[in-house]
């Protein structure tokens, strides 16, 4: 999901339903074998890997409606989650008013555009960067920009978590139109939805428009389409290395998926831990 986006735009509307939460999905049932597929089965698990109790505070880049931060603060853990979406983090505040006072208070959440990232806080030894929110800032010096300011808010020693695509088994030339993706129930209405999902070409930015349709089924049986349309910058292994080393930071690993697979070409995911 890009950067500001208005409250109404389908991305954000349908995020909770289209990127379930094991913890606190309304519908668990959208919680479905396609997360899998998706990157989101055991990602929570894996940065759970990291966090111990001499972290102290976390930082969470992008942190959405909380699918990441809601799990570590319940995990006893304090955690400031930065998302510069007014209407994602209202989506966060909504899915924080399901959970206790305690986990509430674990949790702080501030709107700014992580390229700009200014926080009273600066040596902070866990950061997380989740779920492709890299690849949603979707311009190269942006995406350097983003870096450079999680490296001046960490501590030495401190450790940051990156979780981007694989970009060798996306489909970089395109689809021809968008196709079934799955059917899941809209976590503010309880409807059932299909999405249809498509990408266009990359482009020598490296950028692709990810774009399609809800077709959602209302009560009355009418069906009522909404377009969504988003772009992300595709980065490659050996370039997102540059990036962290030019920023200062050391690459420590680049695992393949959430399971300490070893990163192959055909690998899902870069899963990559680097230290200031
Ligand atoms: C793919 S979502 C990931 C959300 C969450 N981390 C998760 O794992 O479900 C990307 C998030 O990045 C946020 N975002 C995009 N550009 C941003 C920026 N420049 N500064 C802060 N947040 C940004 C979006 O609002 C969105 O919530």
């Not at 986990?103 to 555009?113: G, K």
């Not at 968008?178 to 059917?183: H, Q, V």
Request: proline residues 4%.
């Amino acid at each position: 999901m890009n950067t500001n986006l208005p409250k109404d735009h389908a991305s954000i509307q349908y995020y909770d339903s289209d990127y379930p939460s094991e913890e606190h999905s309304v519908f668990s049932k959208n919680f479905d074998d396609t997360v899998s597929s998706q990157g989101l089965k055991h990602d929570v698990d894996r940065f759970l890997d990291f966090v111990t109790k001499n972290n102290g505070e976390i930082l969470e880049l992008c942190c959405g409606s909380g699918r990441v931060t809601i799990p570590l603060a319940k995990a006893g853990h304090r955690v400031t989650g930065v998302d510069n979406s007014r209407g994602i983090l209202e989506q966060f505040e909504h899915n924080l008013q399901r959970e206790n006072e305690n986990i509430r208070q674990n949790i702080q959440l501030v709107e700014q555009d992580i390229t700009l990232l200014n926080l009273d806080k600066t040596d902070y030894k866990l950061a997380i960067c989740a779920f492709n929110s890299l690849m949603c800032i979707p311009d190269f010096d942006s995406q350097c920009k983003a870096l450079s300011s999680i490296y001046n808010h960490m501590s030495k020693g401190g450790l940051v978590v990156i979780d981007l695509m694989n970009p060798f088994i996306l489909n970089l030339s395109g689809d021809a139109i968008p196709k079934p993706f799955f059917t899941r129930k809209n976590s503010h209405t309880g409807n059932s939805y299909t999405r249809f999902a498509a990408s266009g070409p990359m482009n020598e930015d490296q950028i692709q428009e990810l774009y399609g349709w809800y077709d959602e089924i209302f009560p009355d049986g009418t069906v009522k389409r909404k377009n969504y349309s988003m772009k992300w910058r595709i980065i490659f292994p050996f370039e997102i290395k540059l990036m962290l080393k030019q920023v200062g930071f050391n690459i420590k690993t680049i695992e393949g998926g959430h399971q300490k697979e070893p990163y192959t070409t055909d690998a899902k995911k870069m899963f990559i831990v680097a230290e200031k």
